[in-house]
């Protein structure tokens, strides 16, 4: 049986190089994004992939994904890509609108933590692996991301404790590094960002996570290919 992957954030940037590399590789791929234009531009036409337009903050939505996951019989893979930039440019947390960073909140971590409660027992089944995309905002103090960085790092947290208590599935918790996707442009609103790399060249170092038998942990995408697991 072929494997199979649940990815968020699945028509465009780091979701979208995560889709199609996987679906190379043979995998069956379940995604998602809010827009079913976008989803269609980016992966119509494309075999192996089952897409559902949604909110990961939506309950129902988040249903329907695991509910497309059960027909493919099994998971192997759960990505939780899908993030929520928040205000561009990026406010200092004491003029943060609170509205917003619940919102921040609820696509970084909340929704990422139901999917996995969701689906938790069938990546045990298959001794399978949760990838976590972060940041280097979640561990570093910069000006402006105090809402994005917060939520990165609330991420973390909940990575490193949930592979403390399931040693039996990866868990993996990744800084993918700069790249030079729509959501870095609006980090960086009016800067030439053009001499970041394009998303699909993090997508290495995260197959060879997926495929080797690197012990769960904090990892930097660039920084796996070289090594030797």
Do not use: C
């Not at 973390?156 to 590094?177: H, K, T």
């Amino acid at each position: 049986m072929m494997k199979a992957a649940l990815v968020t954030g699945g028509s465009r940037g780091l979701g979208l190089a995560i889709v199609r590399a996987l679906v190379a590789k043979g995998w069956s791929v379940v995604t998602d994004a809010r827009n079913t234009a976008d989803l269609q531009s980016a992966l119509g036409g494309l075999g192996g992939v089952t897409t559902i337009t949604g909110d990961v903050t939506d309950p129902g939505h988040r249903q329907a994904l695991v509910q497309a996951v059960e027909v493919l019989g099994r998971l192997d893979l759960l990505v939780n890509s899908a993030s929520h930039l928040g205000p561009s440019p990026q406010p200092r947390i004491d003029d943060y609108p609170l509205d917003v960073l619940r919102r921040v909140y609820e696509v970084n971590v909340i929704a990422p933590v139901a999917l996995l409660q969701a689906l938790l027992p069938k990546l045990r089944r298959t001794g399978g692996t949760v990838l976590n995309i972060t940041s280097d905002a979640g561990i570093e103090g910069y000006p402006g991301w105090g809402g994005y960085g917060s939520s990165k790092a609330a991420l973390e947290q909940a990575s490193r404790v949930l592979a403390a208590e399931e040693p039996d599935v990866r868990v993996f918790w990744v800084d993918p590094g700069d790249m030079n996707t729509r959501m870095h442009q609006e980090a960086y609103p009016g800067e030439d960002i053009s001499d970041r790399p394009p998303p699909e060249a993090s997508v290495p170092g995260l197959l060879k996570l997926i495929e080797g038998t690197f012990a769960s942990g904090r990892y930097r995408a660039w920084e796996v290919v070289d090594g030797d697991r």
